[in-house]
């Protein structure tokens, strides 16, 4: 199972999804996620059990093949998780504004959100 338990650090796993969005690569994407995940995508917007959210995260991908992934801010929260914002853009020239967050949940390090919001 690909989807075994995580405790790597939060900043790995951090650079790990970082990677997985610049090229695009919902499987290695939704790896990370817990078995719910909150996902705001434009038209798509809740708590997604893993296989539904990488379906949603592979089909927003394929609409919107990167170009490039920057992240621009990250840092611990108050509860102790990791936030990341970052820049995508899309081949065809649009931008989006990312964020998501990696949790530690029971010993277990999760993506627990994403959020794709157009610029």
Known sequence: DAYGFNTKPPAEVSNEVSSAIRSGNARDVA???????DLKFPGNEGTFSRNQAELIVRNFFSRNAPASFSVQHQGPSRDGSLYVIGNYRTKNGEAYRVYFLIKTISGNTVLHLLQFEKQ
Do not use: D, I, M
Not at 31 to 37: E, I, L, P, Y
């Open 31 to 37: 790896k990370h996620f817990g078995s719910n995940v």
